[in-house]
């Protein structure tokens, strides 16, 4: 029985007649007619009543073991290499390929551009090559990509007097879509206007490096992109923390000297000059602003939930901020994982570094919850949110973020854990005390500290430690609470890893039931 049958299928399939089908399913309380569709579920129950075993197959089951079974590698023979001549219309991808097979195919296409797919084989001193060539006008996307596919290898022709032309990066697109290595080759130097270096720059736009602008020597003083950020080396530290004036091929260094701060996993690459260092971030940011969107409604987690009941609201906005890119990407990943066809979580904006007052402008104007996972919020972004009525959640384990976005998409929201605000206080001096161990001399810059309480060590805005405050002393006697403005002594609970200037936060951490109302 397939996923779906008609009742005079099903009859047939059992040589029955449909009539007593029909009269069954009339005793079910069920009215239908012989040409009437069913789901295999009810079609097993009529089959089975009428004393017939029954086998469930699906539709796919009749490609099933098409493709063979998987190969075995000792009786594998060696085959050509396949290579896909990919490039803009009119750089010459044809031409190049006559001069390798020695024919004139260009010669005989309708107005000199190829218009299908061909396939052609030449022979070398190593043995044959297959190799693929493919249109380059804008109207043959869906063949560029079957080539791609079909493919070892893709050597992208650029002309030198064009440069790089949608269909370049198209094909390009359609290699790393493939995961397929891609060999540049470069066309048309001869003319007056061929300008190679261009070309090597503009594919530099596209995270293509050719061998002569990688795998050399970084030095002080170059000039480099990383994804959407810019900078001229300042200084090379090895990872023996000392400064050195170059870096070869595989050496870890750290750069200083960066405009802004890149994400993990952006390429690294050395520029000619400031003003294509310029215009390549430029171009990177422009396409990453048209790639976000913005929601438009705000809430917290219990008034998003409120208004989905309501509306049927769809879609739940979240904004991530998180210690580090590699933190915050887990999240992103995480979070549109949760959902269902009724439901479903969209990260609106996600980035490194603490929640300021424009993550909370960004979340009043789209409705999103801000969620902080081991950075808290500046002042003003809290007084920010307060007035706006942004709810911000802080976290230190993806689980519990995870969990909680989804007990609250789900409806199903547990006994908040509200945090309150005590207040700040900044280490000045670091005390050795026998028996006691490292002890933080301390003033109280914000509100109050409390003994007892929930404390989290901040450095540069980001969290380095968060436990309880064992010990809290005013010259040499134990006291419940310092004041703002007041000096004291403070040890944390199994931790002593600080230094001055880092900033220590005290909070009191009560339940609180969550409701929908």
């Not at 060696?78 to 001549?85: D, G, K, L």
């Not at 294509?276 to 809430?299: F, L, N, P, V, W």
């Amino acid at each position: 029985i397939p996923e779906a049958i008609t009742i005079q299928e099903l009859a047939n399939r059992m040589a029955e007649r449909a009539v007593d089908i029909i009269k069954l399913l009339m005793k079910q309380g069920q009215m239908h007619t012989i040409n009437d569709v069913i789901d295999a579920d009810l079609a097993q129950l009529i089959a089975e009543e009428m004393g017939h075993k029954v086998k469930r197959v699906s539709e796919s089951d009749v490609v099933e073991g098409l493709a063979g079974d998987t190969d075995d590698e000792g009786s594998l023979h060696s085959r050509p290499p396949v290579v896909t001549i990919m490039g803009h219309v009119d750089h010459g991808k044809t031409s190049l390929l006559d001069a390798i097979r020695k024919t004139n195919v260009v010669s005989g296409e309708a107005g000199g551009i190829t218009q299908h797919i061909g396939a052609y084989q030449v022979q070398t001193r190593t043995g044959l090559i297959t190799f693929i060539d493919t249109p380059g006008h804008e109207a043959f996307t869906a063949m560029r990509a079957r080539g791609a596919k079909a493919t070892d290898i893709v050597v992208l022709v650029v002309a030198a007097d064009d440069g790089v032309m949608p269909q370049t990066v198209e094909a390009i697109n359609h290699a790393r879509a493939a995961d397929v290595p891609i060999i540049v080759a470069v066309n048309k130097i001869d003319k007056p206007s061929a300008n190679p270096n261009k070309v090597r720059t503009d594919l530099l736009r596209h995270e293509i490096v050719v061998e002569s602008m990688g795998g050399d020597t970084l030095r002080l003083g170059d000039i480099f992109v990383a994804g959407s950020a810019w900078g001229r080396v300042r200084a090379l530290i090895n990872d023996k923390g000392e400064q050195v004036k170059e870096a070869g091929p595989s050496s870890p260094v750290e750069v200083l000297g960066l405009n802004s701060a890149p994400e993990a996993g952006d390429q690294f690459d050395v520029v000619p000059n400031e003003a294509r260092a310029r215009e390549i971030t430029d171009y990177r940011d422009r396409k990453r602003r048209e790639s976000r969107g913005a929601a438009s409604a705000r809430s917290s987690l219990e008034q998003m939930m409120s208004q989905m009941k309501e509306g049927g609201i769809k879609e739940f906005p979240i904004l991530v901020k998180a210690d580090v890119q590699g933190s915050a990407e887990a999240i992103v990943q995480a979070l549109e994982k949760i959902g269902n066809d009724e439901i479903r979580a969209r990260v609106i904006h996600y980035a490194v570094g603490g929640i300021n007052e424009s993550d909370i402008g960004l979340a009043q104007a789209s409705g999103a919850v801000v969620l902080g996972f081991n950075v808290r919020a500046s002042g003003q972004a809290r007084d920010a949110a307060e007035r706006s009525g942004i709810e911000i959640r802080y976290y230190n384990i993806i689980y519990d973020l995870v969990d909680d976005i989804k007990a609250a998409m789900s409806g199903k929201l547990a006994p908040e854990l509200r945090e309150t605000f005590l207040g700040n206080a900044r280490i000045l001096e670091i005390f050795n005390i026998t028996k006691v161990g490292k002890v933080a001399g301390c003033q109280v810059t914000e509100g109050s500290v409390q003994r007892g309480a929930k404390v989290r060590l901040i450095r540069d805005n980001v969290v380095i430690h968060e436990g309880t405050l064992s010990t809290l002393k005013r010259f040499k006697d134990e006291v419940k609470e310092v004041q703002v403005g007041q000096e004291c002594g403070m040890a944390f609970e199994n931790y002593q890893d600080m230094r001055a200037g880092d900033v220590i936060e005290c909070f009191r951490v009560e339940k609180v039931q969550r409701s929908l109302d």
